[in-house]
């Protein structure tokens, strides 16, 4: 709220004015029934919903000046006050208010705040002292459409006010001035600076006195914003209404740009209403601008790591598709070459079987020696071109399974069948791979078969002759069924336990598994079977005490 002292009957609106309303009976207008009423019409609305003292002196104008309603004690007001001048005719006749009442309602309009004056008004020969208040009225939707003021006689309060000491005051003005940060200046209607306060010179280190007489625009850069461009100061001035925050930017005491924000107000002759310049103040904004600046760098750098990780991601994307690309090749290389390099594996073995059995007559003990080696590294080198062929497949995502209730019985003891004569030769105690009452599980027969295989031969492979292997089954949930193969084989080390499944990955950390052949695809296959049928393999091993592997698979359906 802005206070303006000593303004001497200039708010007050003439009685020819007054009465012409009257006259056309304006403040009983019939609103019309229209969808889209007029800005009188809308102030009349909002007018009626309101009560008021008619004792208080009120008027409402539109925002452009023109009067739209004054209630009786401002009729009385006007008719009792004296010498109001400063009446302006149009050249049609219609009257305009006062230029110190247009600029209070440009002023409010500007804000949206209330506006208080304090003014001298002549009423039968003395002069009172009124304090009137100057408000905005809104629509519906929040916009100034009028302006609306009451006036107080508040003549006692002010002779008491008015027997302070004059010393006083100004010093309570100097002291308030120095509290602030901000520096004060004024210009005249040429817009020639004619005062700027001291603490300009603490801002800029340049005298304040040797500003006088310059233009707004000689003491530093108008712009249109932070980022915006140079302008002058006839672009907000020229207009004689109330302006805020303008960007000044000024050259500090060490080179550096000072920003200031500067808001000002229009005077006006408390006799003629003549124009006479701006007052107002400069608001010292630079380190909330450094702040603005420093957000909008760190803002520009993330946005500049965010682009980068979009283009790390984007290459991560290209080099996915390569390894995929690459991944897939080798899958079909690695079939293509199993399935071609099994038509001749196949006939080597068979002849030398044949050789080892002496089908096509007899053959000396050296001769059936090397058929027998032959016979047995064929078969060794088929077993790892089929594992290949499986990682191949598995690995493609190419595997087909034909899944269906099983006997849980018959898999573990066919997969027994396979690999009994190996435990044998060990001396391997297998009368624990039994499984008393029958399970149905629902797999691929053939591949989970040859899970099993696969684990029992391990746990022949790795457990020492006399040793023991056998198969316990629980129900681990209402749908999945554990199958562990155990044995007191020389066991893994934990380092080794998270490693086995990996391919071609064999624990040569024991002296005794150093023995073994194998192509370390077994428990790879093995794991990546039991996922695909819905379950998976799990890992217990104590280093000479064995090994338990179980097999989690789904129960029938």
């Avoid at 006689?153 to 308030?176: I, P």
């Avoid at 590294?377 to 099983?406: F, M, P, Y």
């Amino acid at each position: 709220m802005r206070n303006v002292n000593n303004i001497t009957d200039k708010t007050i609106i003439p009685l020819e004015i007054v009465e012409k309303l009257r006259a056309e009976k304006l403040v009983k207008t019939q609103l019309s029934k229209s969808d889209h009423p007029t800005v009188k019409e809308q102030i009349h609305s909002l007018l009626a919903k309101m009560k008021f003292d008619d004792l208080v002196p009120l008027y409402v104008s539109t925002i452009g000046g023109e009067l739209v309603y004054v209630n009786d004690g401002y009729r009385a007001l006007v008719s009792d006050s004296e010498s109001i001048g400063g009446i302006v005719h149009k050249a049609d006749g219609d009257y305009k208010l006062p230029h110190s009442l247009i600029s209070i309602l440009n002023e409010v309009q500007l804000t949206r705040s209330s506006v208080t004056v304090e003014e001298s008004i002549h009423i039968h020969g003395n002069i009172r002292q009124y304090r009137s208040r100057h408000f905005p009225i809104c629509d519906d939707d929040g916009y100034v459409i009028a302006v609306g003021g009451t006036y107080t006689d508040c003549t006692e309060q002010y002779k008491v006010s008015n027997a302070e000491d004059s010393t006083l005051t100004e010093q309570r003005y100097r002291d308030f001035a120095r509290a602030t940060s901000d520096w004060y200046w004024e210009v005249d209607k040429s817009m020639k600076l004619t005062y700027v306060s001291n603490r300009f010179t603490a801002i800029t280190g340049i005298p304040s006195f040797l500003m006088v007489g310059k233009q707004i625009d000689d003491i530093g850069k108008l712009k249109s914003g932070f980022e915006g461009e140079k302008i002058e100061s006839s672009s907000f001035m020229n207009k004689n209404a109330p302006f805020r925050d303008q960007l000044l930017v000024l050259d500090g005491q060490e080179g550096e740009d000072i920003y200031i924000f500067l808001s000002g107000v229009p005077m006006f002759d408390v006799e003629s209403g003549e124009f006479h310049g701006f007052r107002g103040a400069g608001t010292d904004v630079t380190e909330s601008y450094k702040a603005r600046a420093r957000a909008e760098k760190m803002q520009k750098s993330l946005e500049d790591t965010l682009y980068d990780l979009k283009d790390k991601r984007a290459q991560l994307d290209i080099a996915t598709k390569q390894a995929e690309a690459a991944l897939e090749a080798k899958s079909d290389f690695l079939a293509a070459m199993s399935h071609e390099l099994r038509t001749p594996l196949n006939a080597i073995i068979g002849f030398a079987e044949a050789m080892s059995m002496q089908a096509f007559g007899e053959l000396n003990k050296q001769y059936i020696s090397y058929s027998n080696d032959i016979m047995n590294a064929g078969r060794h080198l088929l077993h790892l071109i089929n594992d290949i062929l499986d990682v191949a497949v598995l690995e493609s995502g190419k595997i087909q399974l034909d899944t269906e209730n099983v006997s849980l019985k018959q898999v573990i003891e066919k997969a027994l069948n396979l690999v009994v004569i190996s435990a044998d030769n060990k001396n391997i105690d297998t009368s624990m791979v039994r499984v008393k009452e029958d399970t149905k599980i629902f797999v691929d027969e053939r591949r989970v078969t040859q899970v099993f295989v696969n684990l029992l031969s391990n746990a022949v492979k790795f457990t020492p002759e006399n040793g023991e292997i056998g198969v316990r089954i629980e129900n681990v949930t209402q749908d999945i069924v554990g199958v562990t193969i155990w044995d007191t084989g020389i066991g893994i080390s934990p380092e080794q336990q998270e490693l086995v499944f990996e391919k071609f990955h064999q624990d040569r950390g024991h002296i005794y598994s150093r023995k073994e052949e194998g192509t370390g695809l077994g428990l790879h296959i093995s794991k990546h079977l039991a996922k695909q049928m819905g379950g998976d393999i799990l890992l217990k091993s104590r280093v000479g005490e064995g090994s338990e592997f179980t097999v989690l698979l789904p129960l029938a359906r």
